[in-house]
């Protein structure tokens, strides 16, 4: 019977080409990556470096420009010095916003409007010690002597709560993650919903039960579906790590593979088990119209799993977090999240996949026995009868 | 027919028996359809013919009985080479008519080439070729029909099994569909059909199964079902006579009225000049006949309703 068996890829072969070749799908996609990669640039135009131009005319301007460089590097601040050539030069450069500020023959600041408080207060500074040194040196100290009392070093900053940058930037890319995964989810898990309402309402199902076992067009179609879920899944990430990087968002770019390998994982994980009860929930309605309503359970708990998910990018540790990760319908949405943050052990992760895939592997045949028994049945289908009910 | 005469080349249904909770759809039903026989299955609403044909093709299992081709009991490798068309006709709408053919050849084992060239060829049988490209729900029904005839022979069936191929198509669709019925039937395809247009069973096929019930009342050749009819049937007609005054004839029951007259089965004792006298005491006799049962009379008398 080997033909018999390979007859599933067919059904999953037509499932991916015939959505994927979908002009709406097509569009949703090129939708949702150009949305991707506008809030990618926009949060980078947002969260850029602090930097300044700084424009110096007359003695001693400079001097002081060259010890607000010094200052700012310490402080992570970029600074450019721009020589300009004279007062009315330095005024017009600030006034067009060539420059945020303009230091005058040592003697005076320009600034626009309100002027810009770090890099002031910088500029200040250096002419602080600037002239504190000239007056020190000048009352007969030694240049040495006076550097020694003035160079000292910055008092340490003991942070009570550090930012880890690195764990700041897991976060917001388990964020958007859970936000991808869970829209994936439910997507795809709606369309093997409405796939199996499709063929039983335009009745082809009982051409295809003619030639093709109702559990391995079950198979087909969450393979078809599936697949293309994770093509698409891929893609998405790949642009979205594409433009970050290019944008220069990511500090940490092996890390967020990994989130994104993460991801795609427990897609998979999460995918089956919801394919599955979609499928349920399809093959008990007869049309499209009803299939909201048996599909609201499963859509509560999507969304309920989707806000512990999100929670869980702020709090991984919680108790709600660390369950939801070990339930094998919320771990796909908070597992991914949790291990990007270093927050799970590495029980707790392998206690998830199991439970996951044990739930699944108990979950398919009951919904495949469900499906089978409900194909041919019309109207709204009563679970609880089918299963007691005899095969078709 | 007997079991080894059969068993060479014949659809056999055996024994089915199929019951719907308390209802029993099918009660022991068994026929057969020789390789290029035509078969008729006909019976009232409700009777099992849609059942027995998924039970046939394996949509539906039997609580008893088997079905056999080639005198082996089918499995799902052999029903593969069956052809179906379904009561409720299905195509998926959306899906364009060409890769709907290929996507079903492969279902039903053909390798990708020949199924694309079987789907072409199909399409251009049909005279739909030029919508090959279109999605199936922007066809027209007649059109859709046509696609569906094509599914049901795309990967050349061994066996065709058809439930109400004939219903919702015009008199040139009618005239195409046996055709192309009767090409496959030739070509040494048992064809199994089921119908309520009894008059079109009567032209195409020699055989009939009739069933009601969950049983089958009859089966074999027309004529054959014809002769055992015991009854005695005459036509007659009288000029201006309207319809009433045959219903005042003693010793007949009309089993079709007519508009000066009718079809009427003669009680034991009466003959049909009885009926002639009768007729020319009302007026002059247009028509009289001695007549062969219609398969829709053998039907009214076999269907108890």
């Known amino acids: 019977m080997n033909r018999e068996r390979s007859l599933w890829p067919i059904v999953a072969r037509r499932e991916f080409v015939e959505r994927a070749r979908d002009r709406g799908f097509q569009v949703s996609t090129s939708i949702t990556l150009v949305l991707l990669i506008g809030v990618i640039v926009i949060s980078a135009l947002f969260n850029r470096p602090t930097s300044f131009d700084l424009g110096v005319v007359g003695e001693g301007s400079d001097a002081i420009a060259q010890d607000v460089v010094v200052a700012a590097k310490a402080l992570d601040i970029g600074l450019d010095v721009h020589e300009l050539a004279d007062t009315t030069a330095a005024r017009r450069a600030v006034d ?59 008092l340490p900053v003991d942070a009570l709560q550090p930012v880890n940058a ?17 829209g994936q989810l439910f997507a795809y898990g ?102 909201q309503t048996t599909m609201t359970p499963l859509t509560i708990v999507i969304v309920a799993s989707f806000f512990i998910g999100i929670s869980a990018t702020s709090s991984p540790d919680s108790t709600l977090a ?5 339930l094998p319908f919320s771990s796909p949405l908070v597992m991914p999240t949790r291990i990007a943050l270093g927050d799970a052990t590495w029980w707790e992760i392998v206690a998830s996949i199991v ?38 | 027919m007997s079991d080894a005469a059969a068993g060479a080349r014949a659809l056999e249904l055996v024994g089915l028996t199929r019951r719907f909770g308390d209802v029993v759809a099918l009660d022991d039903v068994t026929f057969s359809v020789e390789a290029g026989q035509m078969v008729g299955f006909v019976g009232p609403n409700g009777a099992g013919k849609t059942t027995a044909m998924r039970i ?11 079905v056999r081709w080639l005198g082996r009991a089918v499995d799902a490798e052999t029903r593969r080479r069956f052809g179906y068309m379904p009561e409720e006709r299905g195509l998926y709408p959306k899906m364009r008519v060409l890769d709907q053919l ?36 922007s066809l027209s029904l007649g059109n859709q029909q046509r696609v569906q005839l094509a599914a049901a022979l795309v990967h050349r069936p061994e066996v065709l099994v058809l439930d109400e191929p004939f219903s919702g198509l015009d008199p040139v669709g009618v005239d195409v569909l046996s055709e192309m019925l009767r090409g496959q039937a030739d070509a040494g395809v048992p064809v199994v059909f089921s119908s309520h247009q009894l008059d079109l069973v009567e032209r195409l096929c020699e055989s009939v199964v009739m069933i009601d019930r969950g049983r089958v009342v009859a089966s074999g050749r027309i004529g054959d079902l014809r002769a055992a009819d015991p ?75």
């Open chain 1, 96 to 154: 067009a916003g060539d420059a945020d500020a303009a230091i005058v023959d040592a003697q005076r600041i320009v600034v626009r409007a309100s002027p810009p408080a770090q890099l002031v207060a910088l500029i200040q500074a250096a002419s602080l010690r600037q002239r504190s040194r000239q007056a020190l040196v000048s009352s007969g100290l030694s240049v040495q002597e006076v550097d020694r009392a003035l160079l000292q070093a910055p």
């Open chain 2, 231 to 305: 009854r005695r049937l005459v036509r007659v007609e009288v000029s201006g006579a309207g319809e009433e005054w045959i219903e005042r004839v003693t010793g007949v029951r009309v089993t079709e009225p007519l508009p000066d007259g009718g079809i009427v089965e003669l009680s034991d004792g009466v003959s049909g000049s009885d009926v002639l006298d009768a007729a020319r005491a009302v007026g002059p006799v247009r028509h009289f006949s001695v007549v062969q049962p219609s398969l829709s009379e053998i039907f009214r008398r076999l269907v108890t309703r």
């Open chain 1, 166 to 182: 690195k764990r700041r930037e897991a976060a917001s890319v388990a964020f958007v993650g859970v936000l991808v995964l869970y």
């Open chain 1, 322 to 326: 660390v369950v939801a990760s070990l």
């Open chain 1, 190 to 291: 709606y369309w093997v919903a409405s796939g199996v309402v499709e063929e039983k309402s335009s009745r082809v199902v009982e051409v295809l039960l003619a030639t093709v076992r109702p559990s391995h067009l079950l198979r087909g179609k969450i393979f078809g579906i599936g697949l293309l879920g994770l093509a698409q899944l891929l893609l998405i990430g790949i642009v979205g790590f594409v433009a970050a990087k290019g944008v220069g968002t990511l500090d940490f770019p092996s890390e967020a593979i990994a989130t994104l390998g993460l991801v795609l994982a427990w897609f998979v994980l999460g995918f089956f088990f919801y394919a599955s009860l979609f499928a349920v929930a399809g093959s008990i309605v007869s049309r499209q119209e009803d299939l």
């Open chain 1, 355 to 392: 439970v996951s895939v044990g739930a699944t592997a108990a979950l398919i045949p009951v919904a495949t026995k469900i499906y089978s028994r409900a194909l041919l049945r019309s109207g709204r289908v009563r679970i609880r009868q089918v299963l007691r009910g005899r095969e078709a």
């Open chain 2, 102 to 137: 290929v996507y079903l050849a492969r279902l039903h084992g053909l390798e990708p080439e020949d199924a694309r060239a079987r789907a072409a060829a199909m399409v251009q049988a049909l005279c739909v070729a030029d919508r090959g490209g279109d999605r199936a729900e």
């Open chain 2, 56 to 66: 046939a093709l394996g949509v539906l299992r039997p609580d008893a009985g088997e």
